[in-house]
């Protein structure tokens, strides 16, 4: 089946780290385009990160510098390293993946998970 | 960046409708536009990729059309489980980016 789990969600302080996980099942990461999206509490979704199947990553402005994305081919897993985390930045946080030539529809999303920073 | 301005952002409406929805890009996008199906506590799901093309497994009462910088969603008789929020999305350009939403419920 093919499926993305992601893991790593949590409460954590302003200024804080979290490290997400999104695990995919079914097919390769490495060969698609994958995607992190957000939704915070009573507002839209938001694009925040992509990692392309040749390893260049880009970011939403709002994330930059602070977020990173990555991906264990080994391990055939996603990672977004959250550093100077802010209560902005709380959220379900979707990974999501995308086409293999080009980025094209999020076909597939995991179930996301719930990053809270407060005090 | 690209802007997505959806239009309406809420719309009340009854089982059996035909419901549309409009999206407008603030520079033309070509194609590259999707639109998903947001419920509460689900992951978004995707209907329509590029513009106009079903995603497999999605009823054919869901259709997209459009190119450049205006696009419709339109769903040609709702179903009671169609209720939710509707969202487009461009991939012509980096960032990616949502409209703000159209939020469908029941009259």
């Known amino acids: 089946e093919v499926q993305l789990v992601e893991s790593g969600g949590g409460l954590v302080q302003p200024g804080g780290s979290l490290r997400l996980s999104c695990a995919a099942s079914?097919?390769?990461?490495?060969?698609?385009?994958m995607s992190w999206v957000r939704q915070a509490p009573g507002k839209g979704l938001e694009w925040v990160s992509v990692i392309y199947s040749g390893g260049s990553t880009y970011y939403a402005d709002s994330v930059k510098d602070r977020l990173t994305i990555s991906r264990d081919n080994s391990n055939n897993t996603v990672y977004l390293e959250m550093n100077s985390l802010r209560p902005e930045d709380t959220a379900v946080y979707y990974c999501?993946?995308?086409?293999?030539?080009?980025?094209?529809?999020?076909?597939?999303w995991g179930q996301g998970t719930m990053v809270t920073v407060s005090s | 960046d690209i802007q997505m301005t959806q239009s309406p952002s809420s719309l009340s409406a009854s089982v059996g409708d035909r419901v549309t929805i409009t999206c407008q890009a603030s520079?033309?996008?070509?194609?590259?536009l999707n639109w998903y199906q947001k419920k509460p506590g689900k992951a978004p799901k995707l209907l329509i990729y590029d513009a106009s093309d079903l995603e497999t497994g999605v009823p054919s009462r869901f259709s997209g059309s459009g190119s450049g910088t205006d696009f419709t969603f339109t769903i040609s008789s709702l179903q009671p489980e169609d209720f939710a929020t509707y969202y487009c999305q461009q991939y012509a350009n980096l960032p990616y980016t949502f409209g703000q939403g159209t939020n469908l419920d029941i009259k």
């Open positions: 079914g097919f390769t990461v490495r060969r698609h385009y």
């Open positions: 520079q033309d996008i070509s194609n590259f």
């Open positions: 999501a993946r995308g086409g293999t030539i080009i980025p094209g529809g999020f076909d597939i």
